[in-house]
Structure formats: structure tokens, C-alpha cells
């Protein structure tokens, strides 16, 4: 890295600086390469700044109108891919505020009246995290849509369920579907909270303290979508909280995202073979031609590293730093894109996943039967026939389970003759609650795993997420 | 470490384990020395579930007598210290039923009817970090109530406001304390939202899922003040991003404390000198006795690193977990333990701290003059009486700064020629701005720093703040 | 919590504060839970200080005989747990002091002579890290140990190896145990390099300055067992990269037991079935009798989470800390402790469980045999006997898989006739490099899976780790 | 987001899959935004492989002519920025070989025998993390030579040493600065233990289990500048240890940058006003024209949240992943180049402001003489002069301090009879180690403050510097 200095002044704080900054300080200082991205955010604001100024008679309706009609033109630039980024100008907020000088002259001077960029910044990254959180929870909504409906369809289709990895007891693929829509809609209302949260505006705290121009900070607020205006200048300019809080959503929306992938990638591993995804989401192998692998799966696993990161780094970055503004706080939006944008690629792979994936229901129900996954059944039968002490049934299950195990054979092949030598009063009633259908279909307690259940809960889901999307 | 085993039968699963545990396993796999925390809500979650089989003639009234019995006579026993918990039984629940059987027999066998370990300890782990929100909010207020005080009696005490730890503009004490009130609100509010989203019970999910036992799961929701209960079986046992949102509420919450506490540091500092703690908040030196250390502050301060590896350490914990229970997440009690313990103590602290503090105002006062505080207000001042556009005024101001700096003199102490010499038609109406009292006042913008809104705004949350008290 | 104050005077720093601290502080400020642990570090350390303060002529002889007494009488106190630890006296340093005070009254005054409580604390915790470095390479070895006997018993046991969980080529149980013999001596080897590097002594830093008094560093260094003393005074109180340096260790470390625990996880499961670990390791379940749950495999890998908080702990309370001591860093012991103590038991639960597990052989090799594991075999028979360039060996690869797949068939199946189909040059030699002990045997380049290799590594490290022990 | 599908063949492995990923895949998958960077290491180690496999005699001595005289053309192009990068073709390494196919045709098919992108994407980033490791410790020579000869500089600028922010006892600034010369010289010294572990070679253990090909790994190690290859190839193709020990070097080097950063926006804040950053570190602002902020050390303190925050990541990602090669593994890169380019970037700043900085002796001396700074110095005369135990020497400067205090007076300023009212004993004589010269020229100990001791440390940091570099 060379440390060249560009020998002309800084064009923004002017003449008090005898040279100007350094190629490292140009490299540490300018954020343009990553808050360029705030670009519609920060036309909106000016747009909004300047159109307050007129109406109080701050500045004049020419200048104004001068102002965005400048701002219009240079949108057009941008969204033509015209528009020359310069990092001699270091942010967004001077890129386009330069411009505009160019284009308009003496009033985009004083478009900065009654505002700093530290409400400017603000302000702009506000409006961009509340996106990112409707964004989330649109495509949460769109997940859950795709987890509902292949639920739907496999409502009956017996699986096991696990603890510990191991063979439980029988569920079906829609209940453990279902699941992750109730840990998705959790999700998505978190975002809705911390948009409803953040809807403040810091425009009008300018530096800090905010002005003495006669400004109308509702009239900006409303403009730009806001509820409100912050009531604490220092406050306004210096709190991160609402980035804080989307990326706390978006590392509990990853844990569960990861969980699901965790399963995808054991699924699809042949000692499962429980479900197959489309082409679309499977990759082969350079040297092993015969491998379809989970690689998509695997991504959104790994995502939730970035996702907790990027808390974990604007968490670190905060801590400590008194007020108000302090530049450390310029790594906010590095750390916030990348989550989001991990979350939003995560969120998306996973419903293409979803929605092409085909189970092997066969598959599935032959290892739902594996491991005497019907033992809470007979306890249950024991309790519920025999009146026994939950306690003494799990003994007598367990010493059935024992003695199936050492003959090799699964528990409802086991001879009644042999049941009744642990536990005479067994009956051969006991073989009705031994199958993994009749067990799954018998857990019809509230939220339970009985195939009736899933079909009521699908369609419940499914009516709701399609009424939200009418 | 030792590897002994200890020779006798495992007391809770019985005749399939031809060794007991080794210690090794014994020290991971008991939880006791944690979990043991969460005996009320172990207990209370009983006594629902005993009632609730009793009414559903899923085991006798006198089955029920018998066990509310025993749990009242364990609760005493507790409350007393006279409860002997036993590492071999592992965990809270283990030790308090095993108590239970030695004192009412075999009724006690029946107690697990219908239910879980794993229900059952995602149901008292949620009553607990229920519990553990209601009170942060609670915390969270007192601590607001404490700055809104001290707000209101320093509204129009004069201080720095600084960006970049450097003197920007003047502001007030209040307005200062009054933007950690805004802070700390919307920390209340988020705990508020995480209680409001998690208060579903998981008990009646039994292992994953579901029963057939016709339990009534409302009746126990209701019992334990949930809503309703979970919607889907698996979802109950095998989620905890209800934890998981609490202690990302205390995460944040955290920032905003060890900014308060950075400052107070600073503040303390005889370089800053702002305020004085109080002997209760301060230590000694053993080797430098003239010492007054701001020992609590920086305690608070810390604290954060362990909230936020609290969250960190959960995230990763449940990363990448397939449903439904794994025994990894018998680590979420640590975790949350930890991490809402260093919260509710750094509230406590901080609050004790706020309420104690003496301000310095003249120490304050002095410090706002320095560093051309005003100069804003000069370029303001050029905007708004020679309508200059601000970037303009921006560089006649820097102009200024820079002779009155060369002349080792304050803004407001340079001659009226020398600023016109800068700017003709500066007049001598100028000087009525450059003073830090006439700075602030003139701050009137809504959230802005002037001391009347520092009063409205104080007198604003005194009141809300108790209101809700009452 | 309640805020009373203790109405007496502080009896560490004496007459300057009016009143004792709150009960709030002492709960914050009081480490004496935590650092207890550190009584023999701090014993230590002031034998070997108050024995040069005497051969420097700083303190008596007497004086010296009285405190090396009075010291040896509290260690054996403490081993007899007949010590009152006492909160209000906030640490183990001055819970020693006082107790020292009590038995020998007025020399218990000179011990604390040229030396403070801030290099106190630096030397004690230093000289705790260290051992625990030293236990974790001792316990990493005695990991490797079980690990290499394992592998060697199991040097042709041929295993799936996997890519993407999906079966990819053959490896034996051996080669894989080997890999992880290699991860962990490069963990040894961090702590051994941690251990080494903070081998420096704290002790004569004082407060943060040095002193004036003429003591010899030197020597309490050799008698504490450090290479040297620290050079710099501010350095020796402030830094604690050390223990960072050991979390940092102990987290990658994690990461590799956590990976192999995963395995565990996969290997007993029914689904796999390749390993059955030993009745000390596995637990039952409350409600499915028939369960042999890896819950020790699942608390290791759930422990990475709490030793990666740790590190990511104190790298946050260390974080913009300025120099010398803030008691920001008495938050270092917790972080370390329970990150090491993590590491500790995570290390004797996964030594445990491999020299106690039984590999399933058969399960393995039929498991190993799926897939068409030997497809890269078959694409290198054709690259070296028929001089195809690899990338087309490649495709024609593919399109027998794809014909096997189709036909149902392993890939040994083929007829003879289909492959040339696609590639008529093919002979039947190709049978000769298609099963799965023909692949595994073929892997002889340097670090292959060969049975002949992986006997050969094995000799080497079980070779090398006797002779570590001898 | 769209999600079409491109229609055509994905080229890379051929006829198995019917339709090519999907957009969204192709987002997620691709990694060539991220791993463009490795082009030169890909390059190395495909000539050494190349070059190896015609030495062993499995390729033609044409066929390696061809390939070197194609990597070289690719080499050129890339280096003249002529080279088109393919999304579609994932990542460097298919483009590379892409690329190579259309220069010379047939014999690129070839170089990938005994080759998987396993072992070469293994092989690429150490190469990558190792060189990144060379220039950090290079970097941190460069930071310790400008600390050194600023120390040198400063050897006697009399500073205040503070704990707790507080003035405890008077230092120089030479000796501030040279803490962390020690500090640095510590994480150098990590990341040459950490590039000498790395310096192994995966490359030859193919897909994870080695090959039948006669390969020479100590050939391509040898070549590539690695001590040895590595000895097992499951590990050599699925640890990433070495990369979470680079940001684990990484991440303690920033808390060490983060806390130098603080304490230069301490002393460049108007409270302190000890040192003045060059203009080059510093700006301005919008609105305040006056301001000198220290945004590049801001920046270096925030970049320890980045900087963790990789390890963190990575960390993650690694946890609890089974062998061998998993797709989340490609998430290494993004978070190792963020982190280490951070590091490089915060080193370079920090190298840039120490070696510009100018400090304000006066200001710091006046600053050491506060706070009663020479108070130790008082309680040592007496214990040294008055034989008076250390412990009640500290109370009677207490009190010394506290009536000082209360007559507004320093230290020094204290009439001798005031003194002797407190202890009869003192004589004249304590004038002499009561001012912060006195002080300071005192601490003599080996590592304390005197400036003897700081001339003699900077002398030898400044000989073992200069004699490293040549």
C-alpha cells in the first residue's frame, strides 16, 4: 500500500488542512465503495430536506425547485449507470451533493442549510434498514408459504421424529414442516417490530443539537414514510439500536434457517434418503461424477456465521463509544449489508429449496418403524389400560424394548406370550398402538402430530399467508 | 479428574445401562448446579399439570391431593434451605420428583403422565426468561426515572456536546441524559415485545409429539398465565429463540450502558471533571490513595463483552441443531442465566450511579466554551441574515475559526473588523449568537437542545414514567 | 436486590469515603466468587516477593520468616477448607492480606511493600493461564492417545469417506481418526506456544510505573518459574493477550472437537450405525425406554459455543481499554475460566468416549460400498491406462454412473458390455480398482487412506506420544 | 430476485443434471467475486502440480509445456486486467482452467489428474492466509519502529500514568509508547508461529483420501515454498485451522490497535490536548469548521469489531461440520480477507498517525502533576525512611491526600507542618520525591518508568528493528 498524498485540497472541509489526506486515510476514511448503495435513500432525504426549507421560507421555491429537479436528474443518472462515483469525495452524501453543484449551481449550496451529515446518514440508513426489514418479512412470508404448502401435501407422510439424532417417535413430514412455519412467523414479527420501532425520523437533529431555523421535522417525517420525528437530537444522530435490532432478527431467522439446512444436508445424505432436491439446488462433483450434493443447503448452514458476525461486529463497534457522533460508527453499514444481505440469499435459496424438494415417503416411514420408536406408545397403553404409574410403565417398556432388542425383532413382533412373561396383564390389544401410523395418527392432543392436525394447521396457514399477500 | 464410576444403577432410566455413568460424565451431563434455579417455575408447572390431568380423569383426585401436597411441602423444604439437591439426579426436575416419591409414594410415578422432560423443561426455561423480560423492563424504568430526574434539574446546565470526543456544539446536561431516556425506552419496549412473543406454553408437546392422552393444553396455559398454547409440538420442545430474543434485547441494551458508563468515565475523569459519584459508587487504590476510581462504571462497561457472548454463545449453541431436542441446548440455561444476570446488575449499578451523581455545571460551562463551540451558529448566523448559501458560510466560517485561532482568542472575543475583514457585511449582530447560553437557547427545533424543550421533554417522561408506576 | 449500606468502613482503603459501598456494589465489584480459584497463584507469588523484599534487604529477615509462616498456615487452611472467604473484603489478595494481618500481625503490613494489587492480580492470573495451558496440552496428548490406538486397531476398516455428507470415496476408519490426531497436535502445539510466550513475570511492575524500591525481578521470576521478567511495567498490568492467546487456542481446538463430536452425533445414530459408544457415555430417556442417547457427544459440540464466547468476551472487555488497569479487565477471569474449564472437560468427555467406542465394521463397509464410491477410481483407470485427459475420463465416468443408477446396480455390477458402450477401449481390468478395498488400497501417495499407511502413521504418533510420556 | 434458469449445460460437471442452477443458486454458489483474489496462487500451484505430474511421468513432457506456457499467458492477462471473469464459472479455479482449455486445448484436461479443487483449494488459500501472515508481521515491525523511535523521542516527556482514567502515578510518554511495542512485538511473534504451523502442503490429497497416482508431494511442497506436505489427506483438505489462527493473531492485534486508537482520541480531545495528529489523520466537518476529528484512529478502534467479528464468523462456520469437505467451507475466504484486510489497513493507519504524531510536553506535564499523583511516592518514603509498614504508610498519605484536598493544595504544596501533624516523623526531606520528575526519575526497577530505563529499552527495540530489517 503506498501513502501518496494527491497534493490537492479536500473539496469538502476546505482551507484549515495544509495537505490532503493520505492514500491510507483516503483508503480507511471513504465509505462511497459501500454506502453508495444509499443512494435512493439519500436523493429521498434531500428531496424531502429541501421541500420543507421552501415551504418554511428557508430558502427560496426557486431554489427548490432547482434542487429537485437536480436531484431528479442525477436518480436518472445513477439508474442509467451514468453517474461517476469518486472516492475523492468519500461518501454518498458529497458524490451527490457534488453533482448537484454541477448541475444546479449556487442553490445546492444551500441545501445543506439546517442539516449535518450526521442526521443526513442517519436518516439515509434508517430508510434502508426499514427496506431490508419489510424485505425480511416478505420473504419470510414467502418461505413460509412454500414450507405450508409442501406440508399440505405430506400431512400424513410418516417420519421419524428425533431427539438426539436418534429415532423417537413416529411424526409426520408436514407436522416437522409446520414447525419451522412457527418458528418463521416468529421471525417475521420481530422484523415487523423493530420496523415499527425505528419509524422515527433523525432528519432535523443536525449535528447534534439541532437548529435554530425554524424547521417542520413533521413535515420531513411524514415525506419519508416516518411516524414521527425522534424526539432527542443527540439521540437521533448517535443511536444505532435499530440496526442493532434487525440484525438480531436476521441472527435468530439464521439459526433457524441453519437448522433447516442441517436437515436438508442429512436428508439428502444417502443414510437418510428422506428427500431429493431439484437440479436447480444440488451441484456434482469435479472428481466424483456420481454426487449430487447439498451445496445450497450447505450455504445457508454457513450463512449464519456472516449473519451472528455481522451483530457481533456493529455490537463490538458500539460498545463504548460516548456521545454523539463518533466515526468508528461509519462501519455500521458495512456490517448491516453484509448480514442482510447473507439473510435475504439465505431466505431465498432456502424457498427455492423448499419448493422443489420431492420426499421419499417410503423412505421415510421405514425409518420411522427403526429403534422401537412405538415404546412410549405401549407405556401409554400401560398407564392408560393397566392404570399404572407412568414411572413402573417406562420399567416394563423398557424391559420389552430390551427383550426385542435380543431377539432381533421390532416391538409389535414381539410375541404377546413374551409381553405377558414381563408384564402378565398385557393384552393383544397392546398391537394396536405398536405401528408407527397408529401411533402417529393417535397424538391428536393440541398441537400434536395426528395427520388431522397438520391438515387443520396447513390450511390455517394457508389462509392466513394468502390473505396477508391480498 | 477422576474417571470412577460410581457402581450403582442410574437411578432415572433403569436396567439397560449395565454401569452407571462415569464422573466424567456425571460433571458434563448434570445440570443441577444450574438448572436448580428454576424450582419455582419446575414446581409450578407441576402443580398446572397434576390439576389439569386430574380434571381430564387422567389420573384421581386424590392422585392430584397427593401431589399438590408434596409439591407445597418441597416448596417450604426449598425456601428453608432444607432441600438436599443430588448431583445424581442430575436436574431440578429429577431431584424434585424423586423427593416428591419419598414423600407421597407412588402418586408421584403418575405426575409424568402425558408430559415430558422435555416439555417440562421448556416450560419452566420460558417462565424463567419471562420472568427474567418483566423484570429488565421494570429495571429499565427505574434506571429512566433516574435520568429524567437528574434531566430536570439540570435542563439548562450548559455542557459540550461532542462528536469525535471532540467539543462540537453546546448543549445542555438534561438533553444529554434525556437521549439515554430515549435509549433505554425503546430497550424496555423490546423486552416488552420478546415477553409478549414468547408467552405460549410449551407443556402438553410431552416429548415431540403431542399425546394421545386427552390433556387439556389451555387449561395449563392458562394455569402458568401463558396466552395459549404452542401451535405445533415440535416447535415447543425444540425452539429457543425466545431466549435467545431476550438476550438479544439485553445485548443492545448493553451498548447503550457501556456508552453511559464510558462516559462516566470520562466525565470522572479530572481531565473532564463533569460530575462526582457518590463514595457508594466509587473505590479506593490500595497503593494511590488519593484515588476516587469510577470502579462501577467500568464494571458496567464490561459487562457488555459478557451479555453479548451470552447471545453470542446461544446463536452458536442452536447453529445448525436438527429438531427436535439435542442435548446441546441444555446449555441455553448457562447462557441466559449469565447474560440477564450481568444485565439486571449493570442496570441496578447504573441506576444507583445516575441517581447519586453531582454535577459540575461550571466545569461543564467551561468546557462548552472551548474549541469555537459556536462556530455553527456563526455560519448559521451568515445563512440566515446575509442569506448566504451554507457551504459558503461554511468556509467564511472556517476563515474565522482559523484567525481566532492564530490569535489564541475565542469566536466570540474577535474583533468585528477582523471579521469583516473575512466578510464585509458581517455586522455586529453577530456577537448575539457566539455565546454558549445564547447557542442553546436558541436551539428550539423539535428534539433540539434548548432548554425549554429539555424541560417539556423531562416533564413528558416523569410523567408517563409515573404513571405506569401507579 | 436490596441497596442497603454495611455501616462500617471499608477496611481496604480506609477513612476517605463516608459511607461503605452499597450492597449493589459490592455484588458488582466484589470477585472474590471467581478469583478464590487464584489462592494459590497468590500465596506463591507473595512467598516469592516477600523472600526477595528480605534477600534485597527491603524487609526484614523476621519479618520475612513471620510472613512465609503466616503464608504456609492459610495454604493449609485453605486445603483443609477452613478458610472464611469473605465478600466484604472483595478478593482472594485481600482475603489473604487480612487473614495474614490476623495470624501475624504488623509484618503482614510490609508484604504489600513495592508492589501493588495491579501486578498482584496480572501475576496470579498469568500463572493460572499458564497451567491451564499446560493441562490442556497434557490432555490434548492423552486425546491423541486414544485416538491413535483407535486408529490403529482400525487401519482397514474400510468407511465411507464423505463429501458434502454425501458418500465420496473410500477411506478407513483409521485414516479418518488419524486426521483428527493431526488437528489436535497443531492444538498442543498453540498451547505450547501460548504457554511459552507469556512466560514473562509481572511482578515488580507495582501499580503501573515500577518502583523505587531496590528489588530484584529476576529473582521472584526464576522462583515463580518465568523466563524473565516483563520489560515493560505498563505492559506487565495491562496486557492480557495472554489469556486471549490461550481462548483463542481453546476455541479452535473447540472447533475440531465439536466436528468430531458432530460425527458421533451421525455415527451412532440408527442411520449410520457405525460406532457404538460405551454405556458410561450414552443416556437413557425418560419417556422412550429403548433410547441410547450420544448426549456426551452433543455437550461437547454444544461447548464450543461457550469457549468461542469466552475468547469473543474478552476480546469485547479488552477493546479500546486505554492504559494502565481498569477494572473493565476484572472481567478477564470469569471469561477464562469458564472457557478453559469448558475446554477441560470437553477434552476428558471426548477421551472418554473414543477409547471407549466400538466400531461397527460391517455397518461401515456396506455404508462404504454406496454411492458409487469408486468412481474416481474408475475415471483413473482410464486416465492412466487408456491416457485420457482427466476432464474426459470425467464425463465418461459420469455416463456410467448414470447407466449404473439407471440399472440399479453398483458400479462393480456393470456388465462389461455397458461400459464399453460408452467407451468401447474399456477392458475387463477396469473390475480390477472398482470395489471398495481395491480404491482404499490404491491410496498410497503420501497421505493417503492405505491401510499400509495408515498403520505406518499410527506406529509414528503412538511412538512419539510414549515418548512425550517417558 | 429472479430465479430463471439459464438454459443451458452447466459446463463444469456435465450430463447428469438437466437444467443448469438457478439464479439464485448461481448467487449463492459462485464464489469468484470473492476468490478472484487467490489467481496467483491457483497459477503457482497448478505450474508446481504440472510440472510434478511430468517429473513422475503421469503427463507428457509436451503436455506440462503446454500447461506452464498457458498459465504463463494467463498470468499476463490477468496482470494487464485483460482477463474476463465468468460468474458461471464459478469460482478461480474453473476459470483458470476454462481459460487454459481455449489457449491450448487438450493437455488442460489433463492437469487436473491427481487433483481435486478439494486439495487445491486447500492448497491456494494457505498459500494466501500464509503470505497475509508474512506481511501483518511485516506491518507490525513497521508500527513498532515508528513507536520506538517516537518513544525514543520522548524518553523523559514526564506523562500521567492513569488506572481507571484516573491520574495514578506520573510515567513518560516514551514509556507509554513502548507498552505497546511490547504489545505488537507479541502479536508479531504470533503470526510467525502461526505462518511456520501452516507451512504444510495439502496439495495431492486429491478429494480427501489421496491417490493412486505415483505423485511426489514433498516435489509440489517443496515448490510452492512448504516445509512438508501434509500427512494425512483427510485433514489437509478439511482443517481451516490455519485460518482461525491468523484471525485469532488478528484479533488480538486489534485490541491492542483498538486501545492505542483510544487513547488517541483521548489525547487529541480538548480535555487532554497531549499529542496533534497530522492533517494527513485528520478532518474536518460540515457544520463545525473548527473540528480536528481523529477519524483514522476512530476507524483503526472500530475495526477491532470487524476484525473479531471474522473470527467469530469463521469460528461459526467451522463448528460442528463433520469431514471431510463441506460446502460452508467456502464462506473461509470472505471472512479471512475481510479480517485480515482490516488488520493490514488498521496497522497501516496506526503506522501513519504514531509516526506524524506530535506530542504537547507541556500539557502532558501539567497534566502528571494532578490528581496527587506523587502520593505512592509519599507512602513510599515512609515505609523506606520510617520503616513504617506499607499498609499504615498508606493510611497516613490518605490522610495527607484528604487535607491537601481540602486546602485546594498539590502535594508538594503542603506546609511540612501540616504533614507533621499527621505523622510527626516526616521531615524536609519528603520534598524530594514529591514532584513528578522526582517521581518518575525514581522508578529504576528493571521495566519501570525512569528515563534511563526508557532510553535503554528504546535503543534496544531500535538496533533489534533496524538489525531484523536488513
Not at 411524514?222 to 441472527?251: I, K, M, Q, T, Y
Not at 449473519?307 to 461486529?313: E, R
Request: charged share 25%; net charge negative; glycine share 6%.
Amino acid at each position: 500500500m503506498t501513502n501518496k498524498t494527491d497534493g490537492k485540497e479536500n473539496q469538502m472541509w476546505g482551507g484549515r488542512f495544509s495537505r490532503g489526506p493520505s492514500a491510507i486515510m483516503e483508503e480507511i476514511n471513504a465509505s462511497i465503495d459501500i454506502d453508495r448503495r444509499l443512494w435512493r435513500e439519500d436523493i429521498a432525504g434531500s428531496k424531502a430536506h429541501a421541500a420543507m426549507l421552501a415551504a418554511a421560507k428557508i430558502i427560496s421555491v426557486k431554489d427548490n425547485e432547482a434542487i429537485q429537479h437536480g436531484l431528479g436528474q442525477i436518480t436518472s443518472e445513477i439508474e442509467r449507470d451514468e453517474f461517476a462515483f469518486s472516492k475523492a469525495l468519500e461518501d454518498i452524501h458529497m458524490n451527490i451533493e457534488a453533482r448537484l453543484k454541477e448541475i444546479i449551481g449556487e442553490p445546492a449550496g444551500r441545501l445543506h442549510t439546517a442539516r449535518s451529515r450526521n442526521d443526513q446518514v442517519a436518516t439515509d440508513f434508517r430508510l434502508w434498514v426499514r427496506r431490508a426489514c419489510e424485505e425480511a418479512e416478505t420473504s419470510l412470508k414467502a418461505l413460509m408459504l412454500a414450507l405450508t404448502k409442501k406440508a399440505g401435501e405430506n400431512a400424513d407422510a410418516v417420519m421419524p421424529g428425533f431427539t438426539h439424532l436418534q429415532t423417537a417417535q413416529p411424526v409426520t413430514f408436514g407436522h416437522h414442516l409446520l414447525a419451522y412455519v412457527e418458528m418463521f412467523s416468529r421471525d417475521a414479527a420481530r422484523f415487523a417490530d423493530a420496523r415499527a420501532r425505528m419509524n422515527e425520523s433523525p432528519l432535523g437533529a443536525a449535528a447534534l443539537a439541532g437548529t435554530s431555523f425554524p424547521i417542520d421535522r413533521d413535515a420531513t417525517a411524514a415525506a419519508l414514510g416516518f411516524d414521527r420525528p425522534c424526539a432527542n437530537s443527540l439521540d437521533a444522530v448517535s443511536s444505532r439500536d435499530f440496526a442493532l435490532e434487525a440484525l438480531s432478527a436476521a441472527s435468530i431467522t439464521a439459526t433457524h434457517l441453519s437448522r433447516l439446512a442441517e436437515e436438508l444436508v442429512l436428508w439428502t445424505s444417502p443414510h437418510f434418503g428422506f428427500v431429493r432436491l431439484s437440479d436447480a439446488f444440488s451441484t456434482g462433483s469435479s472428481i466424483m461424477p456420481q454426487k449430487r450434493n447439498p451445496d445450497a443447503a450447505e450455504l445457508v448452514r454457513a450463512k449464519a456465521g456472516r449473519i451472528i458476525a455481522s451483530l457481533n461486529n456493529l455490537l463490538i463497534v458500539m460498545k463504548g463509544l460516548p456521545l454523539a457522533y463518533s466515526k468508528d460508527m461509519q462501519e455500521d453499514k458495512a456490517a448491516t449489508f453484509e448480514g442482510m444481505d447473507a439473510l435475504s440469499l439465505g431466505l431465498a435459496a432456502m424457498t427455492g429449496m423448499i419448493g422443489d424438494l420431492e420426499a421419499n415417503e417410503s423412505a421415510m416411514k421405514e425409518a420411522a418403524g427403526r429403534g422401537y420408536s412405538t415404546a412410549t406408545d405401549l407405556a401409554d397403553w400401560l398407564v392408560r389400560s393397566l392404570n399404572m404409574p407412568f414411572r413402573q410403565a417406562h420399567h416394563v417398556t423398557g424391559a420389552a424394548v430390551a427383550l426385542a432388542e435380543k431377539k432381533g425383532v421390532a416391538l409389535d413382533a414381539l410375541p404377546l406370550e413374551d409381553m405377558q412373561k414381563i408384564e402378565p396383564k398385557i393384552t393383544k390389544d397392546i398391537f394396536s398402538v405398536l405401528s408407527v401410523q397408529a401411533s402417529v395418527a393417535s397424538r391428536t392432543s393440541f398441537g400434536g402430530a395426528a395427520p388431522a392436525n397438520v391438515k387443520r394447521e396447513a390450511s390455517r396457514w394457508l389462509a392466513a399467508l394468502n390473505k396477508e399477500k391480498n
